[in-house]
């Protein structure tokens, strides 16, 4: 399949440009910008077409799929103009920031005949597949409260992030990848948000950091947290009846890093277990592309991304907004 990248942040630049040339049965067409400088560099890097044309690169018959990576806020307009020009869509987390757009790009897919995806990259890494072999093996037991956290330090260049008409804001920037996490988890569980509560931190024009107590069918207990500008946390932790599994740099990581689980026993006796490194960025496309030869699958990840949105849109209208100065 022919791609092109639209938006070149650093983001696509530094993973998903080199990713896409990686993975088996993808070429790298194109990549599409408004800055003409960036447009230019990648495509002699990577020797492929170049457009700061959004309406010349969707009117060239060649392009198959186009990854949507661009600002937050923008994803929603874009994914509909690519639509709309009958390729498929694989966009950067999260799908868009509203669950009615989001629902309304799905239904447009599923009339078109072509795929959406969303790029929540971890959930294709060897990693997340032993977490969930560790709940369907039993090995800890029937599950009873998951703790996830993630944050980052604060970003030299935060750009879009920092700018509420473009999607900025904690929730939708890390807080969507311990939401996905549950989901992704436990799909088959229905969830009710207990508690949610967001902050804009220091006069921030865009909320900074959240969390969430959720409840799951079947009496698990969830606890999510997820902060910007704050000491770097990535981790999952899952408690059973039998034990508990924990594991660190669940949702980003190199790829050439080697998960290792800490696991306990019903006794709290430890012992440590590893998986195989890989790079989430490249095998996460290679499974979009799968997902775009089969109806069946197109719809599971239909159905997947609607649960996220979903999920993400009760906890925005549950939570309790509070702005908090630095004391």
Known sequence: MRLVVWGLGRHAIDKILPAVAEADGLDLYGVCSRNATTVNDCARKWNCQAWTSAEAMLSDPKVDVVYVATPIGLHAANSRDVLHSGKHVWCEKPFTSRLDETLELLESSRVIGVSVCEGQMYLYHPQFSRLRQYLSDGRIGRVLSVWSRFGIPK??????????????????????????????????????????????????????????????SSGIEAVLEWRTNAGYHNEIEIWGEEGSVLTDKIFSKPATYRPLFRLRNVHGLETVEYTEAGDHFVRMLEAFRTISDDAQMMEIERNAIARRASLMDQIRLASTPRSTARV
């Open 155 to 216: 970003l030299e260049n935060p750009g879009f992030r920092l700018d509420p008409t473009l999607g900025g804001g904690a929730l939708f920037d890390v807080g969507c990848y311990p939401v996905s996490a549950i989901a992704a988890l436990f799909p088959d569980k229905a969830a009710k948000i207990r508690y949610a509560s967001v902050s804009a931190r220091d006069g921030a024009p865009v909320d900074t950091d959240g969390c969430c107590v959720m409840g799951l």
